[in-house]
């Protein structure tokens, strides 16, 4: 193996009361079958979503941000392009910020300070030697944009310019239940405040779809692939930042309705060098419970993640946050604390493999 | 001919045919072609990596062991500020399958055995969003093809679904050069780029087949051995 692999698997039981957070096409909530039951579902589409927007209220941004963008591009530039002497590369940096309106004074320095990434930067390289024509919107985005984490973290697609396609680093699964759900609806009728004392009825029927659920969320994070697009210190707070928010948000469907905005009754963070692993297997089977699911659904992911260690590499680190007593890893107290331990363990494992390189 | 053996299983699984962008449509098995990019995946091949053209060259068979039930999934794209678009995405839910590779060269099924054990990209099965459920479970047969290993080793489907339905034969999807008995036909499913500037696949001809279930090894006898 010529590098090392660098994972975090994040596990979420979270428990969602009467609820409509994700709806599918005729309103009612998304489901999916596993194991032959019914499961509610929240696509990975609909919670990443939730998360991007935490992003914004958070103001998470990462990326340098620097004047000398156009000194890097260039060097970028003669990366792809070989045989680009230094004049002719800031050439077509020049080109290149012209198209983009942003003004490049003659010590090469953009006026205002640009967040911007590695990764960006390098896709930007090779999008200009492949193209004669550029393209002035979607340059402006990648030069003006602040998103360098967002995009790093879930990927870009721009289906005109291919070449400024970002591959994510974050894989997130569709949430599902741990247990069967029947699928359940409120019959309401509303009615007119000015109607007319002689007048009976109800002046508006109809039905809302719902189900209430324990969610099995699990999303995963490749530390190597996002270093690669930011840097080290860059990757590591926006793995955190992505962690904090993957466990604050949730999609805001139906919000107003049912006010069912919950937190995470149980997170299990891992940080792997072999694999990501999905411990969905673990509620193939479905959870049945006359008396709650969280402290089943607990019980049995746990013990699915102990099944799986024989398979796997000893996990570098192993946090959990619940009320619950877990017996299969490091108990952390809060949220700040959960952050600050897998900051640490990353930071040792990069200068770890810094040392073995 | 070394073979490896790979169980897909996962809630969500997709395996996307000709399609177009409001209506992605999934093929009932996985393709060639995506098995092909999730072992480039665990390799660390990038999309346009010109080693993938060679993972054409593996023997490919894939059994039907757990039937899908499809699932459409609707989800609009806000492509540009204020302006959604509606797409329907189709998964295959609740389904196991069987995929086997084979080749001449020993040393590459080793490689990519151990590659989908530490693999250098995250797996998924079609999509990004489905990542495998549980450990990938890998087993490795030397001497064999891809076709007789899946006309050998046990029913790979969840005990609840052994019980419920009345199967008696697994369907079998293979290279047809595999298959010389049976009547082959023509996919669209031989990699040609992933690249995403220009992503093309070619044609390459399959054949089907099935295996009776009282052929297979015992479930009791050989479940431990897969892990």
Known sequence: MTSKNLYIDLNVLQTVPSSNINRDDTGAPKTALYGGVMRARVSSQSWKHAVRKEFKNDNVSVGTRTKTAPTLLATELQ?????????????????????????????????????????????????????????????????????????????RMVADNPELNVDASAQVAHAISTHEVVPEYDYFTALDDEQPKDTTGAAMLGTIDFNSATLYRYANLNMTELSHNLNETDAIQGATAFIKDFLLSMPSGKQNTFANKTLPSYVM???????????????????????????????????????????????????ILSKNESQVGKQVTNLDELLAQVTEALSKAVQDENIND | MKTLTIKLTAPLQSYGNEASFSRRTTTHYPTKSAV????????????????????????????????????????????????????????????????????????????????????????????????????????????????????????????????????????????????????????????????????????????????????????????????
């Open chain 1, 269 to 319: 963070v891992t940080l792997r060098t072999d694999t990501p692993v999905n411990l969905v297997s673990a509620f193939e089977e479905p959870v049945t419970s006359s008396n709650g699911y969280v402290t089943p659904s607990i019980k049995k992911l746990e013990a699915e993640y102990t099944a799986t260690r024989q398979f796997l590499a000893q996990p570098l680190e192993n946090l």
């Open chain 2, 36 to 227: 092909i990019g999730m072992v480039a995946a665990a390799l660390g091949y990038r999309r346009s990596d010109q080693r993938i053209l060679a993972l054409n060259d593996l023997s490919f068979a894939v059994r039907i062991d757990q039937v899908a039930k499809i699932l459409t999934d609707y989800q609009t794209v806000e492509w540009k500020k204020d302006t959604r678009k509606i797409t329907y995405r189709d998964y295959l839910q609740d389904a196991v399958f069987m995929v086997a590779l084979g080749s001449q060269q020993d040393q590459l099924i080793d490689e990519i055995q151990d590659a989908l054990r530490h693999p250098h990209f995250q797996l998924f099965l079609g999509r990004r969003s489905n990542a495998p459920a549980g450990v990938l479970q890998l087993q490795v047969f030397t001497e064999t093809t891809p076709l007789a290993v899946l006309e050998q080793i046990a029913w790979q489907a969840a005990p609840w679904y052994q019980k419920k339905n009345q199967v008696r034969t697994l369907d079998i999807v293979a290279d047809a050069n595999l298959v010389p008995t049976a009547q082959g036909a023509m996919i669209k499913d031989q990699v040609e780029s992933f690249d995403q500037r220009n992503r093309r696949y070619g044609f390459r001809a399959i054949a089907k087949t099935s295996v009776s279930l009282n052929q297979l090894g015992s479930q009791a006898h050989d479940i431990m051995g897969f892990l």
């Open chain 1, 79 to 155: 990366k792809c392009d070989a045989t680009l002497d230094d004049a002719a590369a800031m050439k077509k940096v020049t080109e290149i910020f012209k198209a983009a309106g942003i003004k490049i004074n003659k010590d090469n320095e953009t006026g205002a300070l640009l967040l911007i990434s590695h990764g960006q930067l390098s896709k930007l390289a090779q999008y200009a030697i492949d193209n004669e024509e550029l393209d002035k919107k979607e340059l402006k985005k990648v030069l003006k944009g602040d998103q360098s984490l967002d995009l790093a973290l879930f990927g």
